[in-house]
């Protein structure tokens, strides 16, 4: 059992590069979500998925698509990257239990955007 | 606008002491309030949540206390050692239909010294 893994760990674009960050669970979670971790600002939430076919906004969704064509996949594209989209974004996954809805967070994904 | 406000940004303390990281929040509706544990490097974790119907949760050294009123909640760490050296998040859940959504608060940085 791997739990939440994503892909790559670290990643350096350049400005207007476009870029996919991979995030699988095997935990048969019907919930998954996508966050961004900035200095100050907590952890935000970028594109969540209720089940597979089913995505929708979070917080800060601009420059973000994301698709979920499997329960276990749900791979966050930047379009074209910018100076801004410079963060750790992490997955998260959950069972989306209406009483404790425990968030399985993967090892985040560190990117840099020059 | 940010709807969870955590306080202090970093805290410092002796082995043994107890350190209490406040949060506060503006949606009535938020319906779960779980705290997640951040080693560097590595995804948040579930520490211990509660529900607005309780005011108190223990579980080992970690207490959380929840004031409904006063729209505030709290975490309080007995006896804390080095290892809880950690950042921590208080976190607020808005639940819609299917959909659940956390909101994050920024995060305090414990650091418990020997």
Known sequence: NAGVTQTPKFQVLKTGQSMTLQCAQDMNHEYMSWYRQ??????????????A???????????YNVSRSTTEDFP???????????????CASSFGDSSTDTQYFGPGTRLTVL | QQQVKQSPQSLIV??????????AYENTAFDYFPWY?????????LL????????????????????????????HIMDSQPGDSATYFCAARFSSGSARQLTFGSGTQLTVLP
């Open chain 1, 38 to 51: 900035d200095p100050g600002m907590g952890l935000r939430l970028i594109h969540y998925s209720v089940g």
């Open chain 1, 53 to 63: 076919g089913i995505t929708d906004q979070g917080e800060v969704p601009n420059g």
């Open chain 1, 76 to 90: 966050l594209r930047l379009l074209s990257a910018a100076p801004s989209q410079t963060s750790v974004y992490f």
């Open chain 2, 14 to 23: 002796q082995k043994g002491g107890i350190p209490i990281i406040n949060c």
């Open chain 2, 37 to 45: 544990q951040q080693f560097p490097g590595k995804g948040p974790a």
């Open chain 2, 48 to 75: 211990i949540a509660i529900r607005p119907d309780v005011s108190e949760k223990k579980e080992g050294r970690f207490t959380i206390s929840f004031n409904k009123s006063a729209k505030q909640f709290s975490l």
